[in-house]
Nanobody, 120 residues
């Protein structure tokens, strides 16, 4: 089992910045990538950004140029640097880690979520 703990959420004004952190522990060997999802009230959870072990990154269009995902050298910590925040970025942000088995099945692990609120 992989245990994920997020930190860094909070209240910020529009145009401000926040940095989210997520540390993985437990059975971290075999993790193929990590990422951040978010879920706003009344909306489905969406992928915000992800990063593979090889360093390839993916971003949802709405955050490109504003958010940056990175991983620590130990590869068991992932960060999300958020800048130029907008009210529509308000959501609960969830850390994700995934493993892909030899037969192609993906196993997802989730953190408990951290609230990000962008408001004047």
């Amino acid at each position: 089992q992989v245990h994920l703990v997020e930190s860094g959420g909070g209240l910020v004004q529009p145009g401000g910045s926040l940095r989210l952190s997520c540390e993985a522990s437990g059975s971290i060997s075999g993790i193929n990538g990590m990422g951040w999802y978010r879920q706003a009230p009344g909306k489905e959870r969406e992928l915000v950004a992800s990063i593979t072990n090889g360093g390839s990154t993916t971003y949802v269009d709405s955050v490109k140029g504003r958010f940056t995902i990175s991983r620590a050298n130990t590869k068991n910590t992932v960060y999300l640097e958020m800048s130029s925040l907008k009210p529509e970025d308000t959501a609960v942000y969830y850390c994700n880690a995934y493993k892909v088995s030899d037969w192609g099945r993906t196993y997802d692990y989730w953190g408990q979520g951290t609230q990000v609120t962008v408001s004047p």
